[in-house]
């Protein structure tokens, strides 16, 4: 009944607990054999048998979880991303579905009714596989990927692989099968991209790279590949009645170029002239559904249409009154954007012209499903109101109108999906969440059927906060007071664990809703709140307590723009009155103002505070220490070094002043440090302390690696065989920086900086060759370890640089980079058999539990490796013959890999971007939390459970042999007293 997951050695219970049961058992013992010797022999031995029962309650089990444990503290949660195609193939296998499918590579299966995951598959592979186009035909599934050169089908009703094709070769690594250079971003159509997929039959021909491939839809077979001529880019494909291929795409001169495939060849390219004032090159083109005929927008902005099928095709203005922004093919409808508004058109005439079929306003959503030979497409329009959406359906079985409640977090609507006649919609709405409008099975009427977060697949940045805990513990612990006054707080304490217990037994017969008022931290302080900013622009907050729900969301950045600088921290925490958190966020794109938010991490409701107009935030940072209130005011430094300090209305202690900012420009490579020091005026000012430039011609910053504020560290040095000391380099200052230089014949140098952001000077500098990408970085107490890919030696490596003091002596004081000794430098390089694409520290409250590094594997994987493994001073040569208690165990160059060790065991978790984590109120316990695709959450223990009784504990076996040794105990007395007045009277 095991599972895979290994609870990190041997779990051990409390040692009070230990101490207090021994105590308890010996004195018991002692009693009953001193009874024993007037009592039966039979006593005797049920007396020692209960003793035995209960030491061996003590002992060590097995280190594994059983399947019901599986999912009690960790949980996961499953995504796809932003949804840009869908398709409708009805019910399958009793179950209505959905396919859909993200630009990013992730292609899934969702009920409609519930929204749940039935299959899901990703088929990006670091960065290559983008899908562009979502196919589906008999029962089977099919994606253009990776700038059309793969092809891939799924079954339908359980998304297994029916075959994959290769078209054309991308530019990639032969051993890593990575890219040197990214691919660029996909945000354009299919036309603007040159690609193209039809059916041809029961054949799929799909255009890329300027070559026509023809694939037997059954086998993936390629039966023909037609290379077409390089002196025109054709960008779409149309199928005539009787079967012939064109394709086409802008002329050079003025127009549309069409060539029609004739065998194995191509034939003679010709230009269909767009005519008219209004003429000039094809900015953009769409083949209208089943049809040859192709609706264009010129460069003017006018709208065209050209029917392929005819022997002498020819440009017919369709509309020229308003100019065109863009074209796109909703079901088998044409959507044209303009300024004014929007258009549909739907073909008409046997499918050789286009006819306008209604004008909507821009703040319309809009959208068409497929025709089919029974039924006509069916519209549906979504209506923006205040805090609600009318939606319009006409068309399809059931022509309807209903308003929808739609919340302000949500945004606009920015794309629908509609099936066959209308009886599926899918809206994705501006903060990239997935919504369902359907009508009740016994009822016509629309509703909002279901909705999913998808913006959480796009996580940028974390943080825990604490929640509040129940008054009687503020009562229980505050200062003064007298004996009788603690001691009816005690008892009113017991008196609530009660009722509490209580209302849990009865919660799991009734659950009820809990809201943010009753959010209360739980034992030993591990239900905390994860504040989460999204790539969207979106807030959210789970709690860790219930699998991740979501207990509010707020969309204060209400912008699509990639975030350049992201900043997030609680001000002050919930340990006191009204809790207050800040999000700074920068964009990349200087048009956008930055966004600076104050709100309650508990509730989510904003805190009303003045913001200069246009600031752009170029750095946040905390204040060095709380002020009377307990707030750590955030210092906010914009572009033109003016600080501001958030809440205003907070006073500083400008006893801890100055404070050293910095700010690191991946892009220019330009470092720089800030002291930020008080005026006499009583204000704040920053200035330049040092600027560090690293030319991005010959390296460019790949990643940093900061360690977790305000980290403890409760061992100050290392204990040598000779029982000397090696004291640590415990520098709070120091940023780990790694840089890439261009790739020369497929790999790159890597350096690893030491950064001193105080004296803005180096520590240390550690280089590698033959090296490509990607770098990760991670940094805890005195060392740091990163990874990289070692191309020559075709394996994965990580390398570890542990820092100690210069000294001899022992620190008497706190770290000052001013006096400090330059460190002793001590590095060591392993082999890691696995692909990993992120790296984390974990860290508890007091930092007496050993670190453990968290690795994200490539397989899904959140691997937990122990950090004496990871000594750079594991013995080598004869030392490591003579292992010595308490050591690091012999070096080895390659590091252990056991999935035993993954805190995931069978829950893979996908494209982890970043791993988190938070201490709890154990001291053996760090909370992990992994994001990326999925969200999991977990608590590692890299030094075992040594402060708590493990959850497997046998507590009723414990307290039935504490009840037996009393009842014992009890008769003994009596059977001894009755003995000692027989032999009395005897």
């Not at 005195?782 to 490596?797: D, G, I, L």
Request: aromatic share 8%.
């Amino acid at each position: 009944r095991l599972q895979l997951q290994l609870q990190q050695a041997w779990p051990r219970p409390h040692p009070f607990c230990l101490c207090t049961f021994c105590c308890f058992t010996h004195f018991s013992a002692f009693f009953l054999l001193t009874m024993a010797r007037k009592a039966s022999s039979l006593l005797l031995l049920a007396a020692a048998l209960l003793c035995a029962a209960a030491v061996l309650q003590l002992l060590p089990t097995a280190q594994a979880i059983l399947p019901e444990h599986a999912g009690l503290v960790d949980w996961r949660q499953q995504y796809v991303g932003k949804v840009d195609f869908a398709v409708f193939p009805g019910k399958v296998q009793e179950k209505e579905i959905v396919v859909v499918a993200t630009r990013e590579g992730v292609v899934a299966a969702l009920e409609a009714a519930t929204g749940a995951i039935v299959w899901r598959h990703d088929i990006d592979d670091r960065g290559l596989h983008s899908v562009h186009a979502l196919l589906l035909r008999d029962a089977v599934v099919y994606a253009l990927a990776s700038n059309g050169a793969r092809v891939f089908a799924w079954q339908l009703d359980d998304g297994a692989l029916l075959w994959s094709r290769s078209l054309h070769s991308l530019p990639v690594d032969n051993f890593f099968s990575v890219h040197t250079e990214p691919l660029p971003a996909d945000t354009t159509s299919l036309f603007a991209q040159r690609l193209a997929a039809t059916w041809v039959g029961d054949r799929l021909a799909v255009l890329a790279a300027n070559t026509v491939s023809v694939l037997q839809s059954a086998s993936g077979v390629t039966a023909q590949t037609v290379a077409l001529p390089t002196d025109v880019e054709f960008a779409g494909l149309a199928v005539a009645a009787d079967g012939a291929i064109r394709a086409y795409g802008p002329s050079a001169s003025s127009g549309l170029a069409v060539v029609q495939i004739l065998g194995d060849s191509a034939g003679k390219v010709e230009t269909v002239a767009f005519g008219g004032d209004e003429g000039g090159k094809a900015a953009e083109c769409v083949t209208v559904g089943a049809t040859s005929l192709v609706a264009c927008i010129t460069e003017h902005g006018t709208l065209v249409s050209v029917d392929l099928a005819s022997s002498t095709p020819k440009a017919a203005t369709v509309s020229a009154s308003a100019a065109a922004t863009s074209i796109s093919l909703t079901g088998s409808l044409v959507l044209v954007h303009s300024a004014a508004g929007k258009s549909l058109y739907n073909a008409v005439g046997g499918g050789t012209e286009l006819a306008l079929v209604k004008t909507y306003s821009a703040d319309r959503t809009v959208c068409a499903s497929a025709s089919t030979s029974a039924s006509a497409p069916t519209t549906v329009e979504f209506v923006p109101l205040s805090g609600s959406l009318k939606v319009t359906v006409s068309g399809g079985d059931a022509p309807n109108t209903a308003t929808v409640d739609w919340p302000q977090h949500h945004g606009a609507a920015s794309t629908c999906f509609v099936g066959a006649k209308g009886r599926s919609i899918l809206l994705r709405s501006e903060d990239e969440c997935l919504h369902a409008v359907s009508s009740a099975s016994n009822s016509k009427a629309l509703s909002l059927a279901w909705s999913r977060s998808e913006a959480l697949a796009h996580v940028r940045a974390v943080e825990f906060v604490d929640l509040p805990a129940e008054e009687t513990d503020f009562e229980a612990y505050a200062p003064g007071g007298s004996l009788l006054h603690h001691a009816r707080v005690r008892f009113a304490s017991h008196v609530a664990d009660l009722a509490h217990l209580t209302q849990r037994v009865l919660s799991t017969l009734v659950p009820a809703a809990e809201t943010s008022a009753t959010l209360h931290r739980g034992a030993f302080n591990m239900r905390k709140l994860l504040v989460l900013y999204t790539r969207s622009g979106k807030l959210y907050a789970l709690d860790t307590d219930r699998r991740g729900e979501i207990v509010w969301q707020s969309r204060p950045a209400a912008t699509t723009a990639d975030p350049a600088y992201v900043s997030l921290a609680t001000l002050r925490s919930a340990a006191h009155a009204n809790p207050l958190a800040a999000l700074a966020v920068t964009f990349a794109d200087p048009a956008v103002p930055s966004t600076f938010v104050l709100f309650n991490p508990v509730t989510g409701e904003p805190v009303k505070t003045a913001l200069p107009a246009g600031l752009r935030v170029k750095v946040a940072a905390l204040a060095p220490v709380p002020n009377a209130n307990h707030v750590r005011s955030a210092i906010v430094v914009d572009a033109d070094n003016n600080v501001h300090s958030f809440p205003a209305d907070e006073p500083l202690d400008a006893a801890n002043w100055p404070l050293h900012l910095h700010t690191i420009n991946k892009q220019t490579g330009v470092i720089e440090g800030l002291i930020v020091s008080a005026t006499a005026a009583g204000g704040l000012a920053a200035s330049l302390s040092w600027q560090v430039l690293l030319d991005p011609a010959v390296e460019t910053i790949k990643a940093v690696a900061y360690k977790q504020p305000g980290e403890i560290s409760s061992s100050l040095g290392d204990v040598l065989v000779d029982r000397n000391v090696m004291y640590k380099y415990l520098n709070p200052n120091l940023v780990a920086i790694a840089t890439l230089s261009p790739y020369s014949k497929g790999s790159a140098q890597l350096t690893v900086y030491l950064l001193d952001v105080v004296k803005g000077t180096f520590g240390e500098k550690v280089s590698h060759q033959g090296v490509v990408e990607p770098i990760f970085l991670a940094q805890a107490e005195n060392w740091v370890a990163y990874y990289y890919r070692n191309r020559k030696a075709k394996r994965y490596e990580v390398s570890v640089v542990e820092l100690f003091d210069g000294g001899s002596s022992a620190p008497t004081a706190g770290f000052s980079s001013a006096t400090a000794l330059p460190p002793i430098v001590v590095k060591q390089a392993f082999v890691f058999p696995s692909a990993v694409t992120s790296m984390a520290v974990t860290v508890t409250s007091h930092g007496i539990t050993h670190r453990a590094l968290l690795l994200a594997l490539a397989s899904g994987e959140i691997m937990s490796l122990h950090e004496r493994f990871l000594d750079p001073r594991r013995a080598v040569g004869k030392a490591a013959a003579t292992p010595v208690e308490g050591q690091s165990p012999p070096y080895h160059p390659l590091l252990p890999f056991d999935r035993r060790l993954c805190l995931n065991y069978h829950n893979s978790v996908r494209r982890v971007a970043a791993v988190a984590a938070a201490p709890s109120g154990l001291e053996s316990t760090s909370l992990v939390f992994a994001h990326g695709l999925d969200l999991f959450f977990a608590h590692a223990t890299p030094s075992n459970k040594f402060d708590v009784l493990t959850d497997d504990f046998n507590y009723y076996m414990l307290a039935l042999t504490l009840v037996g040794l009393v009842v014992l105990t009890a008769a003994l007395s009596k059977l001894a007293s009755r003995k000692a007045l027989k032999a009395m009277w005897a």
